[in-house]
């Protein structure tokens, strides 16, 4: 197996052309990913959880393979913090499939183990577009 040399940004020019391919940079974004503190989840045109990054996991108490192919909504968001339920409809984060729009605001979440966690938690919840698929970012 080759060595990987981390190249300082200001040197990318330098590298050969074939350095930059599609793979060097997935595995870019995917150390970036991994060491960002803030939680990252992102779903299908389903709204299923298709990618959560390591802070998500320790934060939900869920790990990618428990949570991926399941609606997030369903996983983490489904009750508010006076047991009643939290159906999808009413879910901000939700909203950003049928309008296309950026949502900011401050939710509750449920943990694995059944409690609610970050009381006035900040998300920001985006669409991108991949290969004609909207994809949804939640940041918490």
Known sequence: MASEQIVPLSEYHRLPKAALSADFYKRQLEVVCNNATLAL???????????????AETLTGYSLTEAQGRALHDVIHHT??????????ECPIDQVFPTNNREQGEEVFVHKDGHFYHEGLKFNSTYLLTRQ???CRIEG
């Open 133 to 135: 698929k909207w994809r």
């Open 80 to 89: 508010r913090p006076d047991g009643s339920p939290y159906p999808l409809c």
């Open 41 to 55: 989840f992102i779903m299908d045109e389903y709204q299923r959880c298709i990618y959560m990054n390591p802070a």
